[in-house]
């Protein structure tokens, strides 16, 4: 069942302890005042009476307290914004995993990629930048009240002039995205050639036409460095114009600023000019900030839904099937496949309790497909299958592949996968399965690390199955990567066990299997014959 899981601002906020916003957000605030700060400090200068000592002081104390104030805050507001990452990386690593522990058919490598990879992604591009838009919008804000708080008339003057400084960025923005595109197109066309050339280059230099092709390399070469030249002459020009315009909005307001302290308009004084000339352009900086977060917050979209396949759960597969006689396993009409593709139709397959089969067939008919659905691993898009006349379910079966899945720990450890059995429980399936003579005097606490071969991990697999009184064994190609030694004994252990078992296998043990009286299912990819 296909589910979908989106990382949005919903979730961050459940994520995230209320108090912990509230302290964020109040620090933004005050943090906020670090880009206005000098500006209106520097502006105040020019209005103290340098006169009166206590006036001095009392500025100079006032001052201290607000770098003191504004840079604690921002010190603070890092520190919790981290704070709040922690709790977001730890809930977000943590889900994923589980959603990708839910989907049985995930690769690893998958997993791993998504786990770390992508939520590094989300860390940097989406948590991270949630909180600096937050302050930016409020460092905005801020500054806004402080340029049109020191003179309105002046200050709005001074945030129309930073809005046209970026004309030069806004008109230019389309030839820079042509010019982009028309390098990207020939940089690819040039390391099209290039690996053409390269992987051609035997039959090339056979054919003594190597010229040819370093001659339509050339023009591809010239053509890329062309369009890369136009790039950055784009890139140049625009921000020649963009510095123009940085002179024109800064140079235009403090010239109007003096014209109106020599006219007396508007209440303008020095201080005045002094303030907005250092603080007004903290709002357009702002802004460009602002749209910058908001782009790798808008970025991280797609990697922010999650899909995965959650298996129905096994508390509700209890209705009961009617089945045929004596059947312990049935196959009822199946058919069942990958995407889009089709492996098994109309399948249908009747296996009594303790029956042994071994599956044979070419390659690539879906023999491992039967497999992956007597164990549970994969839906049927049609038909049933069942064990005992009820839905089959993952904990009804061992499965068992070529590489048999273990972990750095002891026996008992991958035995029990922290489970609490006994010790005798432990000690009699490692009998059966003849491991108990094979790891030192106490078997259960030897250490796995690389260290058992690859049949006695074979048998430590079964064994674990039979410590949960599994009734069935599946056996995919198990004797594959093993010698004809260590196969046989493999399977005169498996064969020689009171369950249920299905092998899928190409290497027969014709005596074996003649010796145990095990049944032979040719499967052709429509339907399984018993050998005759």
């Known amino acids: 069942m296909k589910k979908e899981k989106s990382i949005d601002l919903k979730w961050v906020l459940k ?18 005042f670090e880009g206005v700060i000098n500006g209106y400090v520097l502006g105040k200068i020019t209005s103290i009476d340098f006169n009166n000592l206590n006036e001095v002081l009392l500025f100079g104390l006032g001052v201290l307290l607000a770098y003191l104030v504004t840079y604690t805050s921002a010190y603070l507001f890092l520190v919790c914004k981290q704070f709040a990452v922690k709790y977001l990386n730890t809930k977000l690593k943590s889900e994923l995993f589980k959603y990708q522990l839910k989907d049985i ?62 004309a030069p960025s806004y008109l230019s923005r389309n030839k820079l995205s042509d010019s982009t ?93 002094v303030t907005l000339s250092l603080t007004a352009d903290h709002i357009l900086g702002g802004i460009r900030e602002l749209t910058n977060y ?29 089945s045929q006689d004596n059947s312990f396993i049935e196959l009822k009409d199946v058919v069942a496949g990958y995407g889009d593709k089709t492996v098994i139709s109309n399948l249908n397959l009747s296996i009594s309790e303790f029956d042994k089969i071994v599956i044979t067939g070419p390659s690539g008919v ?40 273990y972990f750095v720990g002891t026996v008992k450890d991958n035995l029990t996968l922290y489970q609490k059995y006994d010790n005798e429980a432990l000690n009699r399936v490692l009998r059966l399965v003849h491991l108990d ?11 796995i690390n690389d260290n058992l071969s690859g049949g006695q991990l074979q048998r430590l697999t079964i064994a674990r199955g ?5 009734s069935v064994l599946l056996l995919d190609e198990v004797t594959s990567s093993l010698d004809k030694s260590n196969a046989r004994k493999i399977r005169q252990l498996i064969y020689s066990l009171p369950i249920t078992m299905i092998e899928v296998a190409h290497n027969l043990d014709e005596d074996l299997i003649e010796k145990n009286n095990i049944k032979i299912l040719e499967f052709d990819g429509q339907s399984l014959h018993e050998r005759q």
Do not use: H
């Open 466 to 470: 039979l410590l949960r009184k599994r």
């Open 294 to 322: 908001y782009t790798q917050i808008t970025g991280t979209k797609k990697i922010r839904l999650i899909e995965y396949y959650e298996l129905p759960s096994e508390k509700n597969e209890v209705q009961s099937t009617s």
């Open 105 to 166: 058919s995930t690769d690893p490598t998958e997993s791993l990629n998504l786990v770390t990879n992508i939520s590094s992604q989300i860390e940097q591009r989406y948590f991270e930048s949630i909180f600096y838009l937050v302050q930016c919008f409020i460092t905005i804000i801020s500054t806004a009240i402080v340029v049109l708080g020191t003179n309105i008339y002046l200050g709005s003057i001074y945030i129309l002039m930073s809005f046209i400084s970026m």
């Open 366 to 405: 879906g023999k491992s497909t039967i497999l992956s659905l007597i164990s549970g691993q994969l839906k049927t898009r049609k038909g049933q299958v069942l064990i005992k006349g009820m839905p089959i379910r993952l904990s009804d079966s061992i499965l068992i592949s070529q590489k048999p899945w």
């Open 181 to 273: 595109k028309d390098w990207s197109n020939k940089n690819n066309s040039l390391i099209s050639i290039i690996k053409e050339i390269t992987s051609g280059k035997l039959e090339i230099n056979k054919y003594s036409v190597m010229p040819k092709f370093l001659n339509i390399f050339d023009k591809k070469l010239n053509s890329e460095e062309k369009a890369y030249y136009r790039l950055n002459y784009a890139r140049f020009t625009a921000q020649f114009y963009t510095w123009i315009g940085a002179v024109l909005s800064s140079v235009f307001p403090i010239i109007i600023g003096l014209i109106c302290i020599a006219k007396g308009w508007l209440g303008v004084k020095v201080g005045t000019v």
């Open 15 to 32: 994520s995230v302890p209320f108090l912990l916003l509230v302290a964020i957000l109040s620090l933004s605030i005050f943090s906020s």
């Open 437 to 447: 003579k094979e790891l030192g005097e106490d078997p259960l606490e030897f250490k």
